[in-house]
């Protein structure tokens, strides 16, 4: 109920009034049935937005940091996700790709929309980067269509770290679903998996006219946030008194 609560009284209102957003392709996303819908990832605001323009409820795999933190922000946070009818998932440990899959899996077997960001976590710098093959493991298992999406300007509007956001045009694109049904039953083939995967980022890239990396958006940000402490690091000692 209150899912229903935030989608027509109180968030949806208030974010169509400050994003505006236009949308192109909504036809593209089933009336009924089971579908993936995998879009990219730029931004907190995505989590809200998309659910807010789509005419059916939409069940996200979120990240279980939002469910776990501390004090009464924290609480706060998971309670309103949870209300929302998000999923929390443990993104770390070898299980954490398998507890993935089968959160996703009890939604589209319930015949509902399932969203999930492939690249796994949020762009840290407006680029798309190399999914992960849980979307196309899902889609085989569940032998359901995926529904590429691109959200445009939400990087712009409320990029990481900003809690509120810009006055910024926002554009939310679906494309065609694509059908794996000429896969069922080769849900283990890694390569099979990586195909499809790679399909789907494509679409997407399509859609959203972003720079592709072919490095998955985890290591990326590792990578600059090791560099960022390594300039850090250096600034500090050049400031370090001599003698």
């Known amino acids: 109920m209150f899912y229903y609560v935030l989608k027509y009284v109180l968030l949806g209102p208030l974010l169509r009034l400050v994003f505006r957003p236009r949308i192109e392709g909504l036809d593209n996303v089933p009336a ?3 579908a993936i819908v995998a879009g990219n990832h730029l931004s907190f605001s995505d989590h809200f937005l998309m659910p807010a323009i789509l005419k059916r409820r939409i069940t996200f795999l979120a990240k279980k940091e939002y469910f776990t933190g501390p004090g009464i922000k924290g609480r706060l946070t998971a309670a309103f996700f949870r209300s929302a009818g998000q999923i929390p998932v443990d993104r770390t440990g070898k299980e954490a790709g398998q507890a993935a899959i ?20 949020r762009s840290h710098d407006g680029r798309l980067y190399k999914g992960k093959v849980g979307v196309a493991v899902m889609a085989l298992k569940a032998q359901v269509p995926v529904i590429p999406c691109a959200m445009i300007g939400t990087f712009e509007a409320q990029p990481p770290g900003k809690v509120i956001p810009n006055l910024h045009p926002v554009v939310i ?5 694509l059908d794996f049904s000429r896969y069922a039953g080769m849900e283990n083939e890694k390569a099979i998996l990586r195909a499809i ?24 940000k590792a990578e600059q946030a090791a560099a960022d402490g390594a300039a850090e690091k250096e600034r500090r000692f050049r400031r370090m008194p001599l003698g």
């Not at 089968?102 to 492939?118: A, N």
């Open 32 to 34: 009924e049935g089971a």
């Open 102 to 121: 089968r959160e996703g899996l009890g939604v589209l077997r319930k015949d509902e929309l399932l969203g999930i960001y492939p690249e796994g976590t």
């Open 173 to 177: 694109r679906f494309g065609k679903p």
């Open 197 to 220: 995967t790679d399909e789907i980022m494509y679409a997407i890239l399509t859609l959203s006219e972003q720079e592709y990396v072919d490095q998955y958006a985890a290591v990326a």
